[in-house]
């Protein structure tokens, strides 16, 4: 067995989908706001691109933690010797 935590590429797709949805999310907000904009809406506006920055803040934070998930795979490929899921997900517990 591999010196890898199980799953960790579905782990890893998991958080590439959900940093697009995440992206997309942020185009259809920016859109409605430059709408509001045009349209001279400026309180519905301000409101969106509110919403807009919490949104960009919360994919920073999702992004800050699929870093972490990757430096942990990767320590974990660096130091452990050959050993099964089992002893794997152990180690891990112990660390916490």
Known sequence: ?????KYSHQ?????KQLSKK???TRKKINSTAAKRLKSGTYD???KWMEI??????????????????RTLV???KQNLPE????????????SC
């Open 74 to 76: 990767e320590a974990l």
């Open 22 to 24: 995440f992206e997309t």
């Open 52 to 69: 807009g920055k919490s949104v960009e803040e919360f994919s920073e934070k999702i992004e800050s933690v699929r870093l972490e998930w």
């Open 11 to 15: 782990i890893d797709a998991a958080f």
């Open 83 to 94: 050993r099964g899921p089992c002893q794997i997900y152990e180690f891990i517990l112990s």
């Open 1 to 5: 067995m591999a010196n890898t935590i």
């Open 44 to 46: 519905a506006a301000t």
